[in-house]
């Protein structure tokens, strides 16, 4: 969707020039650019060996924007211990997942820890170090962190529940903020009491606990940290984003069988109409098969999204084709209280569902069949916040994808909308979703 001729927004630029300069935390709200702003910075800093920690379900994230971004600079996703041997290689990108960083001997951690520093490491989605205790925490901010020559952390949510889950990065990143009156860098017990509220809770044989149940004395917190977040919410830079951006997100998937179909022969003109128009059925088999083989990778991240990197207030929509696919994310997605409505949903239900979904703040996700779901619905209003809409599965035809949508990119919005559409990196899905992501923008953006 876009090509390295396109500059940073404004917004971003300013970001990359403080980064460039001072170790801060980048804060910017989902969708704002944070991995290309990062990259950015590893370039503007001359940084030769960038190793990135991020969650498991955007790993293929940060190729695909390398690429992008920084073309022809080697990327590698690591895996498991086999792939312990990249980490000694003189320049590159170094993926790995926070999973990787649990266990307190790995053939991974070991050749960080014995092998070259790093010019800088980048932890996507920074929250995920909030409990001190953790291994990974441990790992990543005591055992390896002197192998970091600088570090950037960052996520749209620092603090997804309570201040005290700053405690582990300003402990170690900027032990200043967090000084007491001696002059003594708090420790954990002495910040949670000044800044979180707490709740003793008896848990049996005589024994009690404290619980974090909130924050207080934010004022003070705030000014403490002046100047190390970088925040920028999505309200203040209205004026510098499209009203709908599409973009492609890549996902892993597992085999599925082409027939024999050589895509690849193909012009995009005969590949998109093979696959909208053939009467043939083994392309409607691919095209369930290609639904089914990316399915536990899209579940994946949607519940990341949900659960870790939107707002509790925030709601996402779903569309999908193959009613296995929509019974999958229905299930997986169980803890958000799904609303749901397929081809066979009676009209009367349809209204309960789209009720459900503008109305009951438990639920914050709606899946659709494409056909069923993508017009005449208006899925957003003064109860149901909405901006992302993700595609398990596209049409194949990108009027059908732009009027889906449409169903919260209307009249009474308040902000850009983002719509997130899933493939397999290095299959025909690829090929196909580049070209309908370019037309269903084209046509959003003309308003048709």
């Known amino acids: 969707m876009c090509n390295v001729t396109d500059l940073p927004y404004p917004f971003q630029r300013e970001a990359i020039d403080e980064l460039t300069l001072n170790s801060k935390y980048l804060a910017f709200d989902m969708g704002l650019g944070k991995t290309r702003v990062a990259l950015e910075t590893a370039q503007a800093r001359n940084a030769k060996r960038i190793v990135v920690v991020c969650p498991a379900t955007v790993r293929l994230v940060w190729q695909t924007e390398g690429a992008k971004w920084w073309p022809n600079f080697p990327v590698y996703i690591l895996k498991g211990a086999k792939d312990a041997h990249l980490l000694n290689r003189p320049h590159g990108i170094f993926v790995l997942s926070y999973g990787l960083m649990q266990t307190k ?87 949670t009491r000044i800044f979180c509220e707490t709740d003793r809770r008896y848990i049996g044989n005589g024994r009690t606990v404290d619980i974090v149940t909130g924050s207080k004395n934010l ?13 920028r919410r999505r309200n203040e830079v209205l004026k510098q984003l499209p009203p709908v951006r599409v973009d492609l997100i890549p996902v892993d998937g597992g085999e599925f069988d082409t027939g024999g179909i050589n895509f690849d022969e193909m012009s995009n003109e005969e590949l998109m109409n093979a696959l909208s128009n053939s009467p043939d059925g083994h392309i409607a088999t691919i095209r369930r098969q290609l639904g089914l083989a990316k399915l536990d990778s899209v579940s994946a991240y949607l519940a990341q999204v949900l659960d870790e990197d939107l707002p509790r207030d925030e709601k996402v929509v779903v569309f999908a084709h193959h009613k296995g696919v929509i019974d999958h994310l229905r299930h997986y997605l169980a803890a958000f ?5 397929v081809g066979a949903t009676p009209q009367k239900d349809r209204e309960i569902q789209v009720g459900k979904f503008l109305n009951d703040n438990s639920c914050r996700v709606f899946i659709g069949n494409i056909l069923a779901a993508g017009t005449g619905l208006t899925l957003f209003g003064p109860n149901a916040k909405c901006r992302h809409v993700y595609f398990a599965e596209t049409s194949f035809s990108p009027g059908e994808n732009a009027q889906a949508i449409a169903r919260i990119h209307r009249i009474g919005q308040t902000g850009p909308v983002d719509a997130g559409i899933f493939y397999v990196p290095g299959s025909f899905d690829e090929r196909v979703q580049d070209i309908l992501a370019r037309k269903t923008a084209d046509i959003t953006q003309m308003g048709l």
Do not use: C
């Open 105 to 191: 001997e790995s053939a991974i951690i070991r050749a960080i820890q014995h092998g070259p520093e790093f010019d800088m490491a980048v932890f996507d989605e920074a929250h995920a170090l909030k409990n001190p205790g953790a291994i990974r925490t441990r790992t990543l901010l005591i055992k390896l962190f002197k192998k970091f020559k600088y570090v950037l952390p960052m996520s749209g949510t620092p603090m997804p529940n309570h201040a005290g889950e700053l405690y582990p990065m300003l402990r170690v990143m900027w032990p200043e903020t967090i000084k007491d009156f001696t002059g003594d860098v708090m420790d954990k017990d002495t910040f």
């Open 219 to 231: 004022d003070e917190l705030r000014a403490r940290t002046k100047g190390i977040f970088i925040r």
């Open 337 to 341: 209280n799904p609303a749901v409505i």
